[in-house]
């Protein structure tokens, strides 16, 4: 064990120096008033890379009963844990009912530790939370009393606010010690998007649909990718979820399934204009990656990114043959969905009739220029709801729709969820009442 607590102290002081810590404590003891505590892999805390005050006077006396030790322990394994499976910050109530929060600490693999935050109560002490915390401690022998003492003594923070501090401590610690991200972003990406396709499998389950291969989805695809339209995320995730509906717990049917639709939209790209030499060695590494791959997720997040390279090649080769009459008009919409706009006034962007650009949107895309524009009014609408504490109303504003009623069932129908159930499951502390 000894020697496990010295290797993750040198390599969490290789990436975080003192000097460094002090100035990260600083500017975020500065924002938030809250302490930090950097732990090893092993959970233990790292001399030197700590707030002086660390430890609430509540920890320390929970910390005096061994048994109650070892469970701190262990919950702060089982956080980072999950920070790191999840590439993203883990916000829980520990074992004593407090409130905590770990950011994973990585760089490119090597998982080096983790920062805590928090150790507060969401709200001010009271019996409710006093009785759940003699709950969590059944057995052990604690004093109600000097419990419910210790307690009121713990910082009160919202949990909205809490959301924002970590947020601002995770950039800060990756930024300040120059940390590289991209194994964090890429699990970050992986949860997002295994999420989404979760919600996806239970809405067609509810639907009752029939486990059928989605092929309408695959060929509105092939039309987003001839077309080099950037915005085709939800729709791959909705083809991905599809698939795997079809073919569930099925990893060596999905890879058949994936290598067989990149090569028709390999095929698709070349049709484009993309360069067929680039293509065709792309497309050999296409096939070696899936074959490597072992897990879903995995699977799942690479042929996204797959997909984009694609599209990036076709864009790169920009044929006007193929996006001249349309592509005028995917700009404007681009550039003003956010606005009022008509159908004369998409058509005359692209100098089509609304017969014409209402033929070519059906022929090209599968799907109409209102409902486009709707697509992307919603994931502007997403974007805002799991990243700023704006009202509903004020999100059907600034996304470009005009009525309240209507952008409610847009929103269902595109994703699944009310505007308000889609902020309570991606941004929760925004869904939490302020505090005064």
Known sequence: MTENKTIDVCKISSFIRRDLFDSIHERFRRHYGLSIET???????????????CEPTFCSYIRKNPAARKRCLQERLRSLHMAFETGQSYTALCHAGILFSCIPIMHRETPLGGMLTGKCLSEPFNETIGQDM????????F?????????????????RL???????LFILVYETAKLDPHVIEWRQRQTAQQA???????????AGLEQGYPFELEKRLIAKVQLADKSADDLLNTLLAGILFHSPGQVNILKIRL???????????????????????????????VISLQSQEEICLWFSVAVRELIDCVSAAKKPSRLERLQPALEFLQQ?????????????????????LCHLFQERLQTTAVAYLNELRINWAKRLLSTTEKTCLEICYESGFENLSYFNRT?????GLTPSQFRKQYHPAASMPARA
């Open 336 to 356: 003003h969905f956010r606005e009022r706009i008509t159908l004369e006034q998409i058509a005359r962007s692209a100098h089509l009739s609304v017969s014409r």
């Open 196 to 206: 989404h396709i979760g919600e996806l499998i239970q809405e067609h389950k509810q």
């Open 143 to 159: 004093s109600a009393e000097r419990l419910f003492e210790e307690a009121r003594s713990l910082p009160i923070t919202s949990g």
């Open 259 to 289: 290598t067989e639709l990149l090569g028709i939209l390999s095929r698709a790209a070349a049709e484009a204009g993309a360069d067929a030499e680039t293509l065709l060695e792309k497309n050999a590494s296409y096939i070696s990656k």
């Open 134 to 141: 003699l709950k969590r401690l059944a057995g052990l022998r």
């Open 39 to 53: 732990i090893g892999t092993d959970g233990r805390r790292i001399p030197g890379l700590c707030s002086d005050s």
């Open 162 to 168: 809490l959301h924002e501090a970590v947020e601002f």
């Open 411 to 415: 929103f269902k129908k595109l994703t």
